[in-house]
């Protein structure tokens, strides 16, 4: 994984329309053939309620999915919390868990971050600390991303 400079971000904007776009729609189909959009989750007791999926996956840029919102908002209408304790891993949580729940998640965030081989952050965070322009996150192929987000659709069927 390699960051930009602000040298090659001019020379990709200049050179390369709508490039952003492009590489949010990379990452959505960067998942490996034997993984799913995530790859663990967590019911609550009951198996009522989704509490958190996770993004580990193989390439090791698990954190970089949760910017993926057009797919987190649409998993978690009613609103969803971030972490990314290590740059392979990323956990979105939903906002409706109560205080136990959302203690324990904490309590799990820090450990994580705590042994992390790239430690990124030990707290929860919000969407909105992380805005991207709306034209970047829409996905090219719309199909593939309610593929993704029917993945996470099927365990509050199934559960």
């Not at 993984?35 to 993004?55: H, P």
């Not at 390439?59 to 609103?79: Q, V, Y």
């Not at 992390?116 to 969407?127: D, K, R, V």
């Not at 600390?129 to 593939?144: G, S």
Request: aromatic share 12%; net charge neutral; hydrophobic share 35%.
């Amino acid at each position: 994984m390699n960051y930009l400079t602000q040298e090659q971000f001019r020379d990709l904007t200049n050179n390369h329309k709508s490039w952003q776009q492009k590489s949010f729609e990379n990452l959505r189909k960067s998942v490996a053939d034997n993984e799913n959009f995530y790859t663990q989750y967590k019911m609550a007791t009951g198996g009522q309620k989704l509490l958190w999926l996770s993004f580990m996956h193989s390439d090791g840029i698990g954190s970089s999915r949760l910017l993926l919102s057009n797919e987190m908002t649409k998993a978690f209408p009613n609103g969803y919390y971030l972490a990314f304790p290590d740059r392979s891993c990323g956990l979105t949580i939903s906002k409706d868990i109560n205080e136990n729940e959302l203690q324990e998640i904490k309590d799990l965030v820090k450990g994580v971050y705590k042994n992390a081989t790239t430690a990124m952050s030990g707290q929860l965070h919000l969407p909105r600390d992380f805005v991207i322009p709306e034209e970047w996150i829409q996905p090219i192929d719309k199909a593939f991303s309610n593929i993704l987000t029917s993945e996470i659709f099927k365990l509050k069927r199934v559960n």
